[in-house]
């Protein structure tokens, strides 16, 4: 394990900022006994898929990633993902997509969104805290007209604390986590799930029979919000003449490629298809013109790619693809609204 940090009563010492209502006492997950929840902040593959399947739906769901404030600059992609139950908090940089395990949260479908420009992942069992809040009950749906509401103001509203945001909130996400930052991204979380279940417990106490997964939302990545312009589509890596010609190609929209896979590509398409050959030892083999130096990762699936968008009877698995994609963060960038055509 490369990371896990846990909690003492010490890191309760947040400085106060002035947002939230101030006359209330501080939101933290350290003061929820029943039961106690542990922390866990890993960045180890194994130990999170460990850990996921310890997790019993509902979850709060959250995300942070480092925001730049020079003018033009790109958003940055997402650096961490929080996940809790009523035991666990797992702040994760990867998160399981599960249409059976409801995740809730402020905006939610927004992270969800996020997380598939980011890394194509298609988020499901969304549940939007204040579309719940306005079916759990009535003085909400009176106070509201829309069903998207803060995190802070449900937290005031029904379990009668201010959550702090200040400036941890805009820290470095994509550096190792101090403690200040460990408890903020787990109290994100975790008050969600407080707020969850309160309403349910409205809803039941009122009588009113909420079916939850329901209205549930999942990403769509046909949105309009997902579509790639072509103005921001990021250059092609300059690997080599096959590359820089594949690059002239993208004045066409990606699956009206009509010329036949050059052979760079098709052979680039048989090493990762039918020998199963990893992407590094690809980046060597496919070397042409008496180059020493490997081809870059993004180079090699822009052939691979390439050749699928010429040739679309080409078989491929697309969950092989998608990982293939996935393992540099450029290329799905630019090839995801292709993986949507296709999907």
């Avoid at 079916?135 to 379990?159: C, G, P, Q, T």
């Avoid at 990545?221 to 890596?237: A, E, I, N």
């Amino acid at each position: 394990m490369e990371k896990q940090e846990s909690l003492s009563s010490a890191s309760k010492t947040t400085p106060v900022s002035n947002e939230g209502d101030l006359s209330l006492p501080v939101y933290s997950f350290m003061d929820y006994r029943n039961p106690a929840a542990a922390v866990v902040y890993t960045k180890c593959e194994n130990e999170v898929d460990s850990l996921i399947e310890t997790l019993k739906g509902p979850l709060g769901f959250d995300l942070e990633w480092r925001v730049m404030w020079q003018a033009g600059a790109k958003e940055r992609r997402t650096a961490l993902v929080q996940l809790c139950d009523k035991r666990t908090i797992l702040l994760i940089q990867e998160v399981i997509e599960s249409a059976s395990i409801l995740k809730t949260g402020a905006n939610i479908l927004n992270d969800g969104e996020k997380l598939y420009r980011d890394f194509g992942i298609r988020a499901q069992g969304l549940v939007e805290l204040g579309a719940l809040a306005t079916r759990a009950d009535n003085k909400f749906a009176s106070m509201y007209n829309r069903e998207i509401v803060s995190l802070s103001k449900m937290v005031a509203m029904y379990l009668g604390k201010t959550l702090l945001k200040g400036k941890v909130r805009t820290s470095n996400w994509e550096a190792d986590l101090s403690t200040q930052m460990v408890e903020y991204a787990a109290n994100d979380a975790h008050c969600a799930l407080m707020v969850y279940n309160k309403l349910l417990q409205i809803a039941e106490k009122s009588g009113n029979k909420l079916n939850v997964a329901s209205y549930s939302c999942k990403v769509n990545p046909r949105s309009p919000k997902l579509q790639v312009k072509d103005s921001s589509s990021p250059p092609l890596p300059q690997g080599d003449a096959n590359a820089r010609s594949y690059q002239k190609s993208q004045a066409l929209p990606d699956y009206c490629i009509p010329d036949p896979p050059r052979p760079q590509y098709l052979r680039a398409y048989k090493l990762w298809h039918h020998d199963k050959m990893p992407v590094d030892k690809m980046c060597m083999t496919l070397r042409t013109g008496g180059r020493v130096e490997a081809l870059k990762e993004s180079t090699v699936i822009s052939y691979v790619v390439g050749a699928l968008q010429a040739d679309r009877r080409l078989p491929f698995d697309m969950e092989r693809l998608k990982d293939l994609i996935r393992m540099e963060a450029s290329s799905w960038q630019r090839h995801r609204q292709w993986i949507a055509s296709r999907e």
